[in-house]
């Protein structure tokens, strides 16, 4: 059994390895810029002439502190009219329209000097004093925009014929952009004459070794470095360790209450087949299962948290988490959490009644069924030690397999429970993340979920071998 263990461990490396793949190329992939992920516009250069150089260094220094000054991985297989230094050019969009362009044109030399002369001129742009040509600055600076995200040949003309215009109608704008301009025009015009698209169908292999974007995610997440949020900065971790510790204090109990309730009843229900109990419960649970959480939550707010429909029914608060102050006793905010949060509890626990306890008697009916059960009511043993002596440890493997889905639910919580309750758990915060394009927070919970799958089938297998001894991975 060791050996299956060891096996098993070892299959874990490369199958975390492979959803680690998929995590980063998803967060890779995912819209937004994530270097000015949580910061304000960092390109923003606003007024003066050192604006445009102060902008540019704060945004260099944040890709570096996020690490997205590297390339993307330890290799990369292009076609040859792509350079091995693509990544530098930070600004996600900017290489874009690049690569783009070497879609098109496939020589990079010329696509590379027209990008130098657009940031020289862009430089020049917002270095000129505003007060100037104040109207026509801000137009340029809208068109210029929108030209540096244009790669096809129409657009850009189009751009460089409004833009022209604009610097010739004013004579300051012409004598200071002038010369730069004409140069970014002869640029352009040299990508087009000199188009190499043969070199796209050329393969090539470029390595870049250990220092890359990848690697330096994938060690920063094995140390528990998960990054920042791109909401208001705050480190992954400090992030989701209030969100996890409010969904295992609502988790674990729903668990642990479904299972003390449910186990019996199916036993019950399997030692007693067709008997009225069985009938009854069986009817009862199926209610409780295709009654959906958010109505019976939302009946719950209505009739049993306010005086509306009576004084009597104000039993329960509406929401929240029930927060009192660290100098209240412990006691005291024991039993005012307590209180917040039975109604969230029995939301998460009757749903699952049905389903455990239908997995339960199924189980115990096929155990009582076998030869070993019978020989042990011919040896006279009392019903009870059979059932609980022998059945119930046959019948716990559906109940096994369960646990692989446990320990990934336990930290994802339940969404709509804690959406309607406004309780700040996993669910309500992987959402948040999702509709505020939080990807750090998002892609830190799937990479845990991942995680704790693997380690539930693992423990799955472990308690197999402790139900029934029989069971060998030899």
Known sequence: MLWYFGRRLLLFVPTLLIISLVAFGLSRLAPGDPIQCGTQDLLEHGLGANSYESARTRYREEARRKGLDKPPFYLAIRPAAY??????????????????????????????????????????????????????QIRLERDLRL????????????????????????????EDLGPAWQALREAYTQILDEATPERLLQPA?????????????????????????????QAVADRLGGALWWTLIMSLPAILLSYLIAVPIGIRAATRRDSWFDRISTLILFLLYSLPSFWVATLLIVFVTTAEYGAWLDLFPTSGVGELPDEAPFWARLGERAHHLILPVFCMTYASLSFISRQMRTGVLYVLGQDFIRTAHAKGLPPRRVVWRHVFRNALFPLITLVALILPGVISGS????????????????ISAIQARDWPVVYTILMLSAILTLLGNLLADLLYTLADPRVSYD
């Open 415 to 430: 969404v709509i429970v804690e959406l309607i309750f406004n309780i700040p758990g996993m669910g309500r915060e992987t």
């Open 83 to 136: 350079p091995d230094t693509l990544y530098r050019i930070l600004e996600r969009y900017q290489r874009q329209t690049l690569r783009k362009l070497i879609d098109q044109y496939g020589n990079w030399p010329q696509i590379q000097a027209y990008a130098q002369r657009l940031e020289d001129w862009e430089r020049q742009l917002y270095q000129l004093p505003r007060e100037r040509s104040r109207d026509a």
């Open 205 to 233: 292999l470029h390595w870049y070794g250990t220092d890359n974007q990848y690697h330096f995610w994938l060690f920063n997440f094995l140390r528990g470095d998960f990054g920042y949020s791109c909401r208001n900065g």
């Open 147 to 174: 030209l540096k995200l244009s790669y096809r040949q129409e657009r850009v003309e189009s751009y460089f014929v409004k833009m022209q215009a604009l610097i010739e109608a004013d004579s300051l704008l012409r």
